[in-house]
């Protein structure tokens, strides 16, 4: 994969999942960072007709150096184990109930206030750098110096910027009744950071055969961005899969990671279904490896459907998936891939990994 910094040109308004109409809704929201849907059309806009692209990201980046989301299973500085994993003696694990056909609860190996929590998550990261995250896949652990946030990183590296839209009555200077005020938010990066993202080698050679620098249309209001090949990312991300392949070759306890959304649908009855983890993780008391899993509320995506046949060569809205949020992390006995890498997945599940989305790395897990 070929690693590309896209540099912001103005505030980006990237709508978020929910319907908007001027008039029935007065705030349109923005969604960041932008999900693969977005990213690829935005990318197929400079390529030939029916390119196919494959994606990986987006991250942010700064100063050369990419930054992951946070992983969630952690309270403050403490990670969140599942009780199975929980040292005999532990009291939680001989006192605590729960139901097997679940996913086993999680709690830290030391007692943690919820003072002390919200004290420490003030100053700490919630974008990590390159060189942690290779510490954390390859020791299963962030020490307490790496989650402190220098002075100069902002707590979110961007910011939320309103702008309100006003059409006037003709004649008048009154607003209109209808579809005459409404609000977008959009997005402003901070200075010196910006999105990553990764492409296939065919996208890679495609892009740098245009001329440069590139510049490319990125959600609503005609914003736009720049993409510049950064090799410096290449390599980061070369060491971070080198990782995360040794480890998933490793059959004992384990962590994934999940660094983008995760999109985990499932027709069952003719409804779609979306979860928080892979619908092919079976729960240990089912003989599968899934143990247990550290989540957020889910991050509603609304997908495109592109059918060169029917819809000769355009794309149309897709019905709306729940994916799990980035930084959620998988407890399993032993790493398992999922079922839309593989050879026999459906082509909508394919699809949704070229896209971006479900990537995991995995982590080398420590003995408690």
């Avoid at 001027?22 to 999900?35: C, D, H, Q, T, V």
């Avoid at 946070?70 to 403490?78: A, D, E, T």
């Avoid at 992390?329 to 050879?343: E, I, S």
Wanted: aromatic content about 8%; overall charge positive.
């Amino acid at each position: 994969m070929y690693w590309y910094k896209v540099n912001p040109l103005d505030i980006l308004l990237l709508r978020d999942a929910k319907p908007f109409t001027p008039g029935e809704r007065a705030w349109a929201g923005s969604i960041f960072p932008p999900n693969g849907h977005t990213l690829a059309g935005a990318i197929r806009s400079l390529l030939p007709k029916d390119q196919t692209v494959t994606l990986t990201g987006p991250l942010l980046c700064r100063e050369q150096i990419l930054y992951f989301p946070r992983p969630l299973g952690f309270v403050g500085k403490n990670p969140l184990l599942p009780l199975k994993w929980h040292p005999p003696d532990s009291p939680l694990k001989n006192q605590m109930l729960w139901d097997k056909t679940q996913p086993a609860p999680l709690a830290p190996l030391k007692p943690v206030s919820l003072a002390d929590k919200k004290r420490e998550e003030k100053r700490f990261r919630s974008w990590l750098p390159t060189e942690v995250m290779g510490k954390y896949l390859a020791q299963g652990q962030i020490e307490e110096e790496d989650w402190q946030r220098p002075d100069e990183e902002p707590e979110k590296p961007w910011v939320t910027e309103s702008r309100p839209h006003n059409s006037i009555e003709a004649g008048t200077r009154q607003v209109k009744d209808s579809d005459g005020y409404f609000v977008e938010n959009g997005i402003r990066l901070h200075k010196d950071w910006s999105l990553a993202i990764a492409v296939d080698r065919a996208t890679h050679q495609q892009l740098q055969a245009l001329p440069q620098p590139l510049s490319m249309r990125l959600g609503g209001e005609g914003h736009r961005v720049t993409l510049t090949y950064e090799p410096a990312l290449d390599r980061q991300w070369q060491t971070l899969e080198a990782l995360s392949e040794q480890n998933s070759k490793q059959q004992k306890t384990a962590i994934a990671y999940l660094m983008t959304p995760g999109i985990f649908e499932r027709g069952q009855q003719g409804v779609a279904t979306c979860r928080p983890y892979p619908w092919e993780w079976k729960l240990t008391h089912n003989n599968g490896p899934f143990i247990s899993m550290a989540t957020d509320r889910a991050v509603p995506i609304s997908p495109r459907i592109r059918d060169r046949k029917r819809h000769h060569g355009s794309s149309i809205p897709g019905p709306q998936v729940f994916a799990a949020p980035p930084g959620t992390l998988y407890y399993l006995t032993h790493p398992q891939g999922l079922f839309a890498d593989q050879d026999n997945a459906p082509k909508h599940l394919k699809q949704t990994r070229q896209l971006g989305y479900s990537q995991l790395l995995w982590v080398n897990v420590r003995e408690v």
